[in-house]
């Protein structure tokens, strides 16, 4: 370890169980309780000192201090208070009861727990649950649970997992093949394998592994288990496999989960909150700051409210919102978040397929059909165009004109509306006609669409830039980059200006290059922040997505910071955001455009432009693995988030394009 305590809360100097028991008595003595007071003291203890409070308490006044504070508090402050009270084990027992009790079971809870949890901690929690209840907790998670996800349950519920000081060189490579070998490299899935290793190497021994896996595979563990395994047994295997890597980074994004969106996870965010705060909570709010680019503090800040928030702040333990140098957790796990990225091929995997037997003279006659005379077949208009690859779509749009001397653009224009005629018109489109479309969307009116801008000029091939700036001059009689230039300005004018030059290197990476990159960046840092953008321009949009991969990485080891953050912190406006996506895109694109997606459903009102551009462009390039992060980051699938914002023939529309639920 060597790096000594890493937990907010600590044992109080001075301290005096009597003196404590009696504030915490008068607290709640006569009409109403002072909480203030109450929480002041409890979240300034440790677990071991309040522990010492309950047994001087009742030694005082012949009461259970838990029992009367469960009749003085209420809510959510009240199961708060009440679970810092308990000791650790018991806590996560009660958490464990409550999760296989009634009618239904709370996997994510015992999911949480079991991936997360030391050797020690498991044998605690076994006694505890014993104890408290009764029963064996294997017996119960067995009576809850099934299949491959309970075996797994089960296997870690023994804690043997071997100690961290085990590994065994030798068979680094053969578990590495062995894992391959049950997964990817064969039919079906062998889960006894992903069981048995996942389930028993020490962490250290397990790091090396996925290294390894990464190396045979080309893609990391995490997208095997994903394309692997699935329902509870995929979620469990993935926090696991993230426990390895970093628990303090599991709990950041489990706390992120229980307070995005409308509504938070209560249960979720309080055992986290109490059982973390003598342990990493540090490491946590690093980790927390490092991938969501905000606070853990601010965040409980917004989401909660009253003595409640007050005192998930006061475990929280202060603010990390100016954004810098890491604790060495948060540092060490930027380096390796590029690494991975740096190691990992994503095969992009579209949702929409070119259509058996296909025939484009009877999809040009059925579309006819379906817009002649009085009103419109929409279902048939949708489940052509839905169906069909793009190539497909101009073969019918050729068909229909030789066969019926009429533009089936137009037609399609003349016999739709709205956001289901853009939709439709979008998929009709060549890619780089729909693109050149949407650059010309976003640049004409009062105002400019620079996210739509950013957006397709950092995502685009170099062939996919030419064909679109070819297509625009076709269309609109103008030269992409002249329009460009004359709809923006400053840095953020060069930058995209350079963008669409579609000149992004292509070649291999060459190691004193990275490096060489790297240092420029790094000194840039200490620059005015004109030249500091200019220097950033010249490299992040020329240089190949690998060799940036590589350049981000060494970058956090000249500056103990990550790129995205000094981006964050250092720029301002349209110029950060375009090299923000640019990071994005260069870390994991699917993710960034999981991330566009989100932004456009969430909260009141749809930005049905940017959820368009962003179904139709991507379809059929990598629309399943962006489906995937989706699911991952936001804990709820594309589908549901489209199902829920959108309506009608365009919703329907959208949802065959999305391809299924996750």
């Given at each position: 370890?060597?790096?000594g305590?890493?937990?907010?809360?600590?044992?109080?100097p001075?301290?005096?169980?009597?003196?404590?028991?009696?504030?915490?008595?008068?607290?709640?003595?006569g009409?109403?309780?002072?909480?203030?007071?109450?929480?002041?003291?409890?979240?300034?203890?440790?677990?071991?000192?309040?522990?010492?409070?309950?047994g001087?308490?009742?030694?005082?006044?012949?009461k259970?201090?838990?029992?009367?504070?469960?009749?003085?508090?209420t809510?959510?402050?009240?199961?708060?208070?009440?679970?810092?009270?308990r000791?650790?084990?018991?806590?996560?027992?009660?958490?464990m009861?409550?999760?296989?009790?009634?009618?239904?079971?709370?996997?994510?809870?015992?999911?949480?727990?079991?991936?997360?949890?030391?050797?020690?901690?498991?044998?605690?929690?076994?006694?505890a649950?014993?104890?408290?209840?009764?029963?064996?907790?294997?017996?119960?998670?067995?009576?809850?649970?099934?299949?491959?996800?309970?075996?797994?349950?089960?296997?870690?519920?023994q804690?043997?997992?071997?100690?961290?000081?085990?590994?065994?060189?030798?068979?680094?490579?053969?578990?590495?093949?062995?894992?391959?070998?049950?997964?990817?490299?064969?039919?079906?899935?062998?889960?006894?394998?992903?069981?048995?290793?996942?389930?028993n190497?020490?962490?250290?021994?397990l790091?090396?592994?996925?290294?390894?896996?990464?190396?045979?595979?080309?893609?990391?563990?995490?997208?095997?288990?994903?394309?692997?395994?699935?329902?509870?047994?995929?979620?469990?295997?993935?926090?696991?496999?993230?426990?390895?890597?970093?628990?303090?980074?599991?709990?950041?994004k489990?706390?992120y989960?229980?307070?995005?969106?409308?509504?938070?996870?209560?249960?979720?965010?309080i055992?986290?909150?109490?059982?973390?705060?003598?342990?990493d909570?540090?490491?946590?709010?690093?980790?927390?700051?490092?991938?969501?680019?905000?606070?853990?503090?601010?965040?409980?800040?917004?989401?909660?409210?009253?003595?409640?928030?007050?005192?998930?702040?006061?475990?929280?333990?202060?603010?990390?919102?100016?954004?810098?140098?890491?604790?060495p957790?948060?540092?060490?796990?930027?380096?390796?978040?590029?690494?991975?990225?740096?190691?990992?091929?994503?095969t992009?995997?579209?949702?929409?397929?070119?259509?058996?037997d296909?025939?484009?003279?009877?999809d040009?006659?059925a579309?006819?059909?379906?817009?002649?005379?009085?009103?419109?077949?929409?279902?048939?208009?949708?489940?052509?165009?839905?169906?069909?690859?793009?190539e497909?779509?101009?073969?019918?749009r050729?068909?229909?004109?030789?066969?019926?001397?009429?533009?089936?653009?137009?037609?399609?224009?003349?016999?739709?509306?709205?956001?289901l005629?853009?939709?439709?018109?979008?998929?009709?489109?060549?890619?780089?006609?729909?693109?050149?479309?949407m650059?010309?969307?976003?640049?004409?009116?009062?105002?400019?669409?620079?996210?739509?801008?950013?957006?397709?000029?950092?995502?685009?091939?170099?062939?996919?830039?030419?064909?679109?700036?070819?297509?625009?001059?076709?269309?609109?009689?103008?030269?992409?980059?002249?329009?460009?230039?004359?709809?923006?300005?400053?840095?953020?004018?060069?930058?995209?200006?350079?963008?669409?030059?579609?000149?992004?290197?292509?070649?291999?990476?060459?190691m004193?290059?990275?490096?060489?990159?790297?240092?420029?960046?790094?000194?840039?840092?200490?620059?005015?922040?004109?030249?500091?953008?200019?220097?950033?321009?010249?490299?992040?949009?020329?240089?190949?997505?690998?060799?940036?991969?590589?350049v981000?990485?060494?970058?956090?080891?000249?500056?103990?910071?990550?790129?995205?953050?000094?981006?964050?912190?250092?720029?301002?406006?349209?110029?950060?955001q375009?090299?923000y996506?640019?990071?994005?895109?260069?870390?994991n694109?699917?993710?960034?455009?999981?991330?566009?997606?989100y932004?456009?459903?969430?909260?009141?009102?749809?930005?049905d432009?940017?959820?368009i551009?962003?179904?139709?462009?991507?379809?059929?390039?990598d629309?399943?693995?962006?489906?995937?992060?989706?699911?991952?980051?936001h804990?709820?699938?594309?589908?549901?988030?489209?199902?829920?914002?959108?309506?009608?023939?365009?919703?329907?529309?959208?949802?065959?394009l999305?391809?299924?639920?996750?």
């Amino acid at each position: 370890m060597g790096r000594g305590f890493r937990g907010t809360v600590t044992d109080y100097p001075d301290f005096d169980a009597n003196g404590d028991a009696e504030a915490l008595y008068n607290a709640m003595k006569g009409f109403g309780s002072d909480k203030e007071a109450i929480l002041d003291l409890i979240t300034s203890r440790s677990n071991a000192q309040r522990q010492e409070i309950r047994g001087a308490y009742k030694s005082l006044y012949g009461k259970d201090l838990i029992d009367d504070l469960k009749y003085e508090l209420t809510g959510k402050f009240e199961r708060l208070i009440i679970a810092l009270m308990r000791l650790p084990a018991y806590h996560d027992a009660k958490e464990m009861k409550d999760a296989v009790k009634g009618a239904g079971t709370d996997e994510k809870c015992l999911i949480e727990i079991m991936a997360s949890r030391t050797n020690e901690q498991t044998h605690a929690l076994r006694e505890a649950y014993s104890d408290a209840y009764g029963m064996d907790l294997e017996e119960a998670v067995v009576g809850d649970t099934s299949g491959h996800f309970k075996k797994m349950l089960v296997v870690l519920l023994q804690g043997t997992r071997e100690e961290d000081d085990v590994v065994s060189e030798d068979l680094v490579e053969q578990d590495a093949q062995d894992l391959y070998a049950a997964g990817e490299e064969k039919w079906g899935t062998d889960e006894a394998t992903f069981i048995m290793l996942l389930g028993n190497r020490s962490v250290t021994h397990l790091r090396l592994v996925f290294d390894e896996y990464q190396k045979i595979a080309e893609k990391s563990i995490e997208d095997s288990i994903k394309s692997e395994l699935s329902g509870d047994f995929e979620r469990l295997m993935l926090a696991v496999v993230q426990c390895i890597r970093s628990v303090p980074m599991f709990f950041a994004k489990r706390l992120y989960k229980s307070m995005k969106g409308l509504g938070t996870a209560d249960n979720t965010l309080i055992r986290i909150m109490v059982s973390r705060a003598e342990i990493d909570m540090l490491d946590i709010r690093e980790c927390f700051r490092l991938r969501y680019e905000k606070s853990l503090y601010s965040m409980i800040q917004d989401d909660t409210s009253g003595e409640y928030k007050r005192t998930l702040l006061k475990l929280c333990g202060g603010d990390d919102d100016v954004a810098g140098e890491f604790f060495p957790e948060a540092a060490q796990i930027a380096y390796k978040m590029w690494e991975i990225s740096a190691m990992t091929r994503i095969t992009p995997r579209g949702t929409v397929f070119p259509a058996a037997d296909f025939d484009p003279a009877s999809d040009a006659q059925a579309l006819r059909k379906a817009m002649k005379g009085f009103g419109t077949d929409e279902d048939a208009i949708i489940n052509i165009v839905a169906q069909r690859s793009n190539e497909q779509r101009q073969e019918i749009r050729q068909a229909f004109k030789s066969l019926l001397g009429r533009d089936l653009m137009a037609d399609l224009k003349s016999e739709l509306s709205k956001n289901l005629c853009r939709l439709i018109m979008g998929l009709m489109m060549t890619p780089a006609e729909f693109d050149a479309r949407m650059m010309k969307k976003a640049m004409e009116g009062a105002g400019t669409d620079e996210h739509a801008l950013i957006e397709i000029l950092v995502t685009r091939s170099n062939e996919e830039i030419h064909a679109m700036s070819a297509a625009y001059e076709e269309a609109y009689k103008k030269s992409l980059e002249d329009a460009i230039t004359s709809d923006t300005s400053g840095h953020f004018c060069r930058i995209l200006v350079s963008l669409v030059q579609g000149a992004r290197e292509d070649g291999p990476v060459e190691m004193d290059r990275v490096q060489e990159d790297a240092q420029t960046l790094a000194d840039a840092c200490n620059d005015e922040s004109s030249e500091m953008e200019v220097k950033f321009m010249s490299i992040l949009c020329t240089r190949s997505f690998r060799h940036l991969r590589r350049v981000f990485q060494e970058f956090v080891l000249c500056t103990n910071k990550d790129i995205e953050q000094i981006i964050k912190k250092e720029m301002s406006g349209d110029v950060k955001q375009a090299f923000y996506a640019i990071v994005r895109s260069v870390k994991n694109q699917p993710s960034y455009f999981a991330d566009r997606l989100y932004k456009a459903m969430k909260g009141l009102g749809t930005d049905d432009r940017a959820l368009i551009r962003i179904m139709v462009s991507r379809c059929g390039v990598d629309l399943f693995n962006i489906r995937k992060e989706f699911k991952e980051t936001h804990d709820a699938s594309l589908h549901e988030f489209i199902q829920g914002d959108t309506s009608g023939d365009y919703r329907k529309t959208l949802l065959m394009l999305c391809g299924g639920e996750d």
